[in-house]
C-alpha cells in the first residue's frame, strides 16, 4: 500500500487520463493519505496495549475476583452443616474431603424450592416468549411497513424504558383489580399467572422493541424488497426472511427477557402476593431467608445456587447462535 | 408477456423538485428498453414504480391494460434482480429460486422442474445446495438472474445487476443476459448508468437526466442524430469533442460553422445542412452553437484540404487496432456528463504521433452534429 505507483493505477484506467494533469493529482492525494503517519495516534496506543498479553492478565485476574463467591456458595452448597459451621468454603479442599447432596434434597423437598422451580418455570417461559414474539411483531412494523405516526409511535415505546417500574405498581394493581371487578372474577388478574405474564411482557416491551427494530433495520432493504417483489406477504417475509436472520438478536433479547423474569422478585410479590403455591424461586429463597437468617448456610448456598443454575444452561445453550456474519453472501458489500 | 406504458407520471419527495417529471414512455411487450442516466437521473426511481415498490405521485402506469398504481409488488407478476444480488443468505441456490413459486403455489414437481432448466439456462446447477456465501460475484449474480428468471414473469426489471462485477465478467454476463432475453422473449427493463452496456443490449434506450427523457431511441439513432448536448456527450466512448462556434447560413443552405476568432478562426462548411430542416429561420445568422465531432469522425490532413482544424497532440494511447489520441484544441467545451473531456480522434495505428506535435485534422462534415448553445437542442 505505502508504495503504491500512482503510474501503475493510472495505466489500468487508460481513459481516465485523457487531461492528465487533474487525474494524476487525484491519484496522488489518494497515495498520499494511504501512507500511515509516522507517529501513532493516541487510539492505536490503546489498540497496541489491548492486544498485549498484560492486558489479558488483568482481565483474567478481574474474572477471577469476580467468580470467587460464586464458586464459594458453589463449594458451600455441597458440604455438610457442621463442616459449614466448623471452617470457611477453601477448608474443603484440605483432607479429610465431605461433601453431600443432602442439603440439595433438603431444600427441594422439605423447603418447597422444587415446586417453586417449577413456579418460575411457569411465570418464565411464558414471560419470554410472549413479549419477544409481540416485540418482534411490533418491530418488524416500525422497521417494514408504512402507516402514519410510525416514528412517533416508536419514539414514545422507546421514551418508557426510563418510567420506573415502582412507578407502575399501584397503577397497574388498580388496573387488574378493576378488571377482576368488572368482569365478576372471571379474569382474575391479580395473584394469577396470567396477571404475572401480562406485567412482564409489558415491562419487557420498550426494550425488546428498541433491541430488534435497531437489529431489523439494520438488514438490507433489498432483501425484504426481493422478497415483496418475489411474491411475499408480510406474515410471508416476517417468517421466512426475517426470523431465520435475526437469531442473533433474538438469542440476545431471549437471554436478556429470561434472565430478567427467572430473577424478579419486585413483580412476582407485587402481583402474585407471596401466596407459596404460586411463589416463584426468588420469592421463596426470600422467604429463607428471612426464616433461617444467617445460621443456616447449606440451606441458602443450596437454594442460591439452584436459582442460578437454568439461567446459566440458557446462556450457554444459546450462546451458539450468536453467529457472526449470518448476512454473508446475500447483498455485496 | 406485457408492455409497460409511463403516463404523465411523477415522482416527488416531499414538497421537493420532482425526482421524475411527466414522464411519458411506452414499453413495448418482448422489448429490451434499457433506462440509462448520470446517477439521481431518476432511472432506478422509474424502474421501482414499475416494481411497486416505490409509489407513484401523481400519473397512471399499466402493466399490460391493467392499472397498476395500487397494487402491491407481490400481485403485479414482475421479477426483479438487484443491484446487490438481495440473495437470501440462509437459504441454498435451489431454495433462493424456488422461493417465489412457493409463495404462488406452484407444486412442487414444476417448482423442481422449473428451477432445474433456469439452472442447467445459467450453468449454476452445480452450485444448486450451497448457500450464497459460497459463491463467487458472478455465480451470486447468476442466481439473483435465476431467481427472476424460474418466474416466467411478465416484465424483467434489472437494476444495474452488472455494476457489482469485474470488468469481464461483466461483458460475459452482458452476452448471457442478451441470449436470455432471446430466450424468453419476455419484456426487459434494465437499468444502468453505462451507456456502453445501453448500446450493446438495448432494443431501445431512454436517456435520462434529472427525471427527464432526453431522447428515446434505438442505440444507432442515439448515436448518430443525439436530440441534445447531453445525450451527445453522454452516448459514445469516448465521448464526442465539443467546440464554441458561431453559425452563418449561405444562400444556398450550406451551415457555416465559425471556430476560434481572429486569425485563429477556422470555418466549417456543412452543405445542404438546412434542408427540410426549417433550421434557417430557428436559427439566425451569428447564433452562437456548439458544434460535435466524434472521434472517428477526426481524420488526420494536409493543412490545405477543405474543413480542417489544427490541433496539438496532447497524449496518445495505442489500443492495437486503432490509436486514441487525446487534442488540445482551439475553442473545445467541456462537458460535465461527458465520459472523457476534451476532444478526442481514432486514427490508424501505423501513424506515429508525438506528444506536442502540431496536427491538422479533417472534419467528416456529413457526421458533424450542431447544438444551439443556449437551449443544447440539436440544430443540424
Redesign the interface.
Same mark, same amino acid.
Given at each position: 500500500m505505502k508504495t503504491t505507483d500512482p503510474l501503475d493505477t493510472a495505466g489500468a484506467l487508460p481513459r481516465a487520463l485523457p487531461t492528465g494533469a487533474l487525474d494524476l493529482e487525484k491519484l496522488n492525494e489518494k497515495t498520499g493519505a494511504a501512507i500511515p503517519p509516522p507517529s501513532l495516534t493516541p487510539l492505536e496506543r490503546l489498540k497496541r496495549l489491548a492486544s498485549s498479553s498484560s492486558l489479558t492478565a488483568i482481565v483474567v485476574v478481574i474474572a477471577l475476583i469476580w467468580l470467587t463467591p460464586t464458586f464459594g456458595i458453589f463449594i458451600t452448597s455441597f458440604r455438610p452443616p457442621s463442616d459449614i459451621q466448623a471452617s470457611g468454603w477453601w477448608m474443603a479442599f484440605a483432607p479429610p474431603w465431605h461433601f453431600t447432596v443432602s442439603n440439595y434434597v433438603e431444600v427441594i423437598n422439605a423447603q418447597g424450592l422444587g415446586k417453586a422451580f417449577i413456579n418460575s418455570l411457569i411465570i418464565a417461559i411464558p414471560g419470554t416468549i410472549l413479549p419477544t414474539l409481540v416485540a418482534a411483531f411490533a418491530a418488524y412494523a416500525f422497521t417494514w411497513m408504512r402507516f402514519p405516526g410510525r416514528d412517533w409511535l416508536f419514539l414514545t415505546i422507546v421514551a418508557l424504558l426510563v418510567v420506573p417500574i415502582q412507578m407502575t405498581l399501584i397503577p397497574v394493581l388498580n388496573l387488574y383489580v378493576s378488571v377482576g371487578t368488572a368482569t365478576n372474577n372471571s379474569i382474575q388478574l391479580t395473584g394469577s399467572y396470567l396477571g404475572i405474564w401480562l406485567a412482564h411482557t409489558a415491562y419487557g416491551l420498550p426494550f425488546a422493541v428498541y433491541l430488534l427494530r435497531n437489529f431489523f433495520s439494520a438488514l438490507p432493504s433489498d432483501l425484504i424488497e426481493s422478497a415483496r417483489v418475489d411474491g411475499a406477504s408480510h406474515v410471508g417475509i416476517f417468517t421466512r426472511i426475517l426470523l431465520p436472520l435475526s437469531v442473533p438478536a433474538l438469542a440476545s433479547l431471549i437471554i436478556f427477557q429470561f434472565i430478567w423474569v427467572w430473577n424478579d422478585l419486585l413483580v412476582a410479590l407485587i402481583y402474585l402476593g407471596g401466596n407459596p403455591d404460586t411463589s416463584p424461586l426468588t420469592v421463596t429463597v426470600a422467604n429463607l431467608v428471612n426464616s433461617f437468617g444467617t445460621n443456616q448456610y447449606e440451606v441458602l448456598t443450596s437454594a442460591a445456587f439452584l436459582s442460578m443454575a437454568l439461567p446459566l444452561v440458557i446462556f450457554f445453550s444459546l450462546q451458539r447462535y450468536f453467529v457472526r456474519g449470518i448476512l454473508a453472501g446475500s447483498v455485496k458489500g | 408477456m406485457a408492455d409497460v406504458r409511463f403516463d404523465h407520471v411523477y415522482k416527488r419527495y416531499g414538497s421537493n423538485t420532482p425526482v421524475i417529471t411527466d414522464l411519458n414512455l411506452h414499453i413495448n411487450d418482448h422489448e429490451f428498453l434499457v433506462l440509462v442516466g448520470p446517477s439521481g437521473c431518476g432511472k432506478t426511481t422509474a424502474l421501482r414504480m414499475i416494481?411497486?415498490?416505490e409509489e407513484i405521485s401523481e400519473g397512471n402506469l399499466f402493466i399490460g391494460d391493467r392499472l397498476v398504481n395500487d397494487v402491491?409488488?407481490?400481485d403485479r407478476d414482475?421479477?426483479?434482480v438487484?443491484?446487490?444480488? &438481495? @440473495?437470501?443468505?440462509?437459504m441454498s441456490v435451489y431454495e433462493n429460486m424456488a422461493?417465489?413459486l412457493q +409463495?404462488?403455489h406452484v407444486s412442487k414437481a414444476e417448482i423442481d422442474q422449473r428451477v432445474r432448466r433456469a439452472a442447467d439456462m445459467l450453468g449454476i446447477k452445480d452450485y444448486l445446495n450451497r448457500?450464497?456465501? &459460497? @459463491?463467487s460475484?458472478g455465480q451470486?449474480q447468476r442466481v439473483a438472474l435465476g431467481?427472476a428468471l424460474v +418466474?416466467d414473469p411478465k416484465v424483467f426489471l434489472l437494476d444495474e445487476p452488472l455494476s457489482?462485477l469485474d470488468a469481464k465478467l461483466r461483458v460475459q454476463t452482458r452476452t448471457e443476459i442478451s441470449r436470455l432475453h432471446q430466450q424468453t422473449q419476455t419484456t426487459f427493463v434494465y437499468v444502468t448508468h453505462d451507456q456502453v452496456e445501453a448500446m450493446t443490449m438495448g432494443d431501445r434506450i431512454a436517456v435520462l437526466n434529472a427525471g427527464v427523457i432526453q431522447q428515446l431511441g434505438k442505440p444507432q439513432e442515439l448515436y448518430e442524430r443525439p436530440a441534445n448536448l447531453f445525450v451527445a456527450g453522454f452516448i459514445g466512448?469516448?465521448s464526442m469533442g465539443f467546440f464554441n462556434g458561431s453559425l452563418a447560413w449561405s444562400p444556398g443552405g450550406d451551415a457555416l460553422i465559425t471556430i476560434g476568432s481572429g486569425e485563429a478562426a477556422h470555418t466549417l462548411t456543412l452543405k445542404g445542412a438546412a434542408t427540410g430542416q426549417n433550421a434557417e429561420q430557428s436559427t439566425p445568422n451569428g447564433q452562437g452553437v456548439i458544434f460535435g465531432v466524434r472521434p472517428e469522425d477526426l481524420r488526420l490532413a494536409s493543412d490545405d484540404a477543405e474543413n480542417t482544424l489544427p490541433g496539438v497532440v496532447?497524449?496518445v494511447?495505442h489500443l492495437g487496432n486503432e490509436q486514441l489520441v487525446?487534442l488540445r484544441m482551439e475553442g473545445v467545451v467541456t462537458l460535465e456528463n461527458a465520459?472523457?473531456?476534451?476532444v478526442?480522434a481514432r486514427i490508424a495505428p501505423d501513424v506515429t504521433l508525438r506528444p506536442g506535435e502540431q496536427v491538422s485534422l479533417a472534419v467528416e462534415v456529413a457526421h458533424a452534429h450542431v447544438f444551439d448553445a443556449k437551449t443544447g437542442e440539436r440544430i443540424v
Open positions: - | 416494481a411497486g415498490l402491491a409488488p407481490k414482475i421479477a426483479m438487484f443491484q446487490n444480488y &438481495a @440473495l437470501y443468505p440462509h422461493f417465489s +409463495r404462488h448457500k450464497p456465501r &459460497a @459463491l460475484g451470486r431467481r +418466474r457489482n466512448s469516448p496532447d497524449v494511447e487525446y465520459e472523457t473531456k476534451g478526442t
